[in-house]
């Protein structure tokens, strides 16, 4: 039987010609990406607090600070969404986005999920799945390729925000204490 998180690489067959576009040049807020995925603010609020789904673009830095979520990562929250509302433990979730966290948008491409229930196995070919399916018991799959889909396409008529450089805070402001006049000296800068 297919083992958790085979780590063979490559892209399967089939898989959705995808660029890996992961540069940073384009983040989602995060409500950007809730609507994208179909989850709540607080749900994404959660998962970055936590460590589960980090924003790979950047994230939040204080109060007032926007945590900006690439492509790939909005994908990945999609898969947690999936896991979640199939019923896999949290706990389960967790181990299988390790796995996936390593790899490049264009490899997650191809790679199916299928689960029992319990554990979340890795498929990257036909054949895989059907060994998986073979042992009788009931899975459930899910086809990262197809996520993949469904993201572009809500992202369509969803904004995105151009990743550009923070402007750096001026020396007087770094001394003076309170945070209102850190805010005006970096309005003087803009």
Same mark, same amino acid.
């Given at each position: 039987?297919?083992?958790?998180?085979?780590?063979?690489? &490559?892209?399967?067959?089939?898989?959705?010609?995808?660029?890996?576009?992961?540069?940073?040049?384009?983040?989602?807020?995060? +409500?950007?990406?809730?609507?994208?995925? &179909?989850?709540?603010?607080?749900?994404?609020?959660?998962?970055?607090?936590?460590?589960?789904? *980090?924003?790979? *673009?950047?994230?939040?830095?204080?109060?007032?600070?926007?945590?900006?979520?690439?492509? #790939?990562?909005?994908?990945?929250?999609? *898969?947690?969404?999936?896991?979640?509302?199939?019923?896999?433990? =949290?706990?389960?979730?967790?181990?299988? %986005?390790?796995?996936?966290?390593?790899?490049?948008? !264009?490899?997650?491409?191809?790679?199916?999920? %299928?689960?029992?229930?319990?554990?979340?196995?890795?498929?990257?070919?036909?054949?895989? *799945?059907?060994?998986?399916?073979?042992? &009788?018991?009931? +899975?459930?799959? %899910? !086809?990262? &390729?197809?996520?993949?889909?469904?993201?572009?396409?809500? =992202?369509?008529?969803?904004?995105?925000?151009? +990743?550009?450089?923070?402007?750096?805070?001026? !020396? !007087?402001?770094?001394?003076?204490?309170?945070?209102?006049?850190?805010?005006?000296?970096?309005? #003087?800068?803009?």
């Amino acid at each position: 039987m297919q083992e958790p998180w085979d780590s063979d690489s &490559g892209s399967g067959p089939g898989a959705p010609a995808i660029d890996d576009d992961d540069d940073g040049e384009v983040g989602y807020r995060g +409500v950007t990406a809730c609507h994208a995925v &179909g989850i709540s603010y607080r749900q994404l609020d959660y998962w970055a607090r936590t460590g589960l789904v *980090v924003p790979g *673009v950047r994230d939040a830095s204080g109060s007032g600070t926007q945590r900006l979520y690439s492509f #790939r990562d909005l994908v990945v929250l999609k *898969v947690v969404k999936r896991l979640l509302d199939a019923g896999v433990s =949290l706990q389960n979730i967790r181990k299988a %986005i390790e796995a996936l966290r390593s790899r490049g948008v !264009a490899d997650l491409a191809g790679i199916t999920l %299928i689960s029992d229930g319990t554990t979340v196995y890795e498929c990257r070919s036909p054949e895989e *799945v059907v060994d998986l399916l073979q042992g &009788g018991q009931g +899975v459930f799959g %899910i !086809a990262i &390729g197809g996520a993949f889909k469904e993201i572009q396409g809500s =992202l369509s008529h969803l904004p995105a925000e151009s +990743v550009a450089p923070q402007p750096a805070v001026p !020396a !007087a402001a770094e001394v003076v204490g309170d945070e209102l006049a850190a805010r005006r000296a970096r309005r #003087r800068v803009s």
